[in-house]
């Protein structure tokens, strides 16, 4: 894993933008792995920005996002596609249907099984993930992959650890709100893209950045299965890489 300490949000947000464009001039059809949480917003203001000032074009590209909470309608606030049109693509000109959020609404586990598998095929139908953005949990999650004996390979549904439910309390008027579950890509299916920008923003994040480069690969840290793949940048504000030596 390659650390860029940068100094502050702004300057986070502005490096993986360039990473993104960077990929993006190479291939114009380029698929983008994209992710939610507080952390991506700045670098999707900036490649909305670089967007609206004729230094990117979207057209040919296809997204996939790592999550959407189960249970959730696309059209509902707290859903991962609204919070992805709200904060990146009803700003750009990326085409809608080449556009992939897990949907959250299914009839039964087999349908959800049976989605999950639809959605792994279709990303390698697409020719896999070019570049995908990652966030990181306090708790070392990457997609909704929670610290656990075991891990999962594939897109799977999941039950959400305590830690990140109350982190993502915030979003909803009450706990009891916020879903249980969620459907995630696995760790295989994210050490499957080409390349892999992890982004870590804030004092919060210290300690578990400082755990990531610490220690070994543990399914206690999922985040640390990062360390198998060939091309990993991780970009860290000072604050979140003020524990880092
Ligand atoms: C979001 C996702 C999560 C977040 C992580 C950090 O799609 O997969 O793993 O990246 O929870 O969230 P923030 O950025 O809100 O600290």
């Given at each position: 894993m390659q650390l860029y300490m940068v100094e502050d949000a702004e300057n986070l947000a502005k490096k993986a933008a360039d990473v993104i464009q960077e990929i993006i001039k190479e291939k114009p059809s380029a698929v983008l792995?994209?992710?939610?949480?507080?952390?991506?917003?700045?670098?999707?203001q900036e490649l909305i920005r670089r967007f609206?000032?004729?230094?990117?074009?979207?057209?040919?590209?296809?997204?996939?996002?790592?999550?959407?909470?189960?249970?959730?309608?696309?059209?509902h606030p707290q859903s991962?596609?609204?919070?992805?049109?709200?904060?990146?693509?009803?700003?750009?000109?990326?085409?809608?249907?080449n556009i992939h959020i897990p949907l959250g609404v299914h009839k039964d586990l087999g349908d959800v099984e049976g989605y999950c598998k639809t959605f792994e095929h279709f990303i390698s139908y697409c020719g896999g993930i070019d570049l995908q953005l990652l966030g990181i949990?306090?708790?070392?999650?990457?997609?909704f992959n929670e610290p656990a004996e075991q891990l999962q390979a594939k897109t799977h549904?999941?039950?959400?650890?305590?830690?990140?439910?109350?982190?993502?309390?915030?979003?909803?008027?009450k706990k009891e709100e916020v879903p249980q579950y969620a459907?995630?890509?696995?760790?295989?299916?994210?050490?499957?893209?080409?390349?892999i920008v992890l982004l870590a923003q804030g004092v919060e994040k210290a300690e578990i950045i400082q755990k990531?480069?610490?220690?070994?690969?543990?399914?206690?840290?999922?985040?640390?299965?990062?360390?198998?793949?060939?091309?990993?940048?991780?970009?860290?504000?000072?604050?979140?890489?003020?524990l880092l030596n």
């Open positions: 792995g994209l992710a939610t949480g507080s952390t991506p917003i700045a670098t999707y609206q000032a004729g230094e990117i074009d979207f057209s040919q590209v296809t997204t996939f996002n790592l999550d959407e909470y189960f249970g959730l309608e696309p059209k991962y596609h609204t919070f992805m049109h709200n904060h990146l693509f009803n700003y750009i000109n990326v085409a809608e249907e949990g306090n708790n070392g999650h990457i997609g549904l999941v039950r959400l650890s305590e830690k990140t439910l109350e982190a993502n309390a915030r979003f909803f008027s459907i995630t890509m696995g760790i295989q299916t994210i050490l499957s893209a080409k390349k990531l480069f610490q220690t070994g690969i543990t399914t206690d840290i999922p985040a640390s299965f990062l360390k198998l793949h060939p091309d990993v940048i991780v970009i860290v504000d000072q604050a979140a890489g003020s």
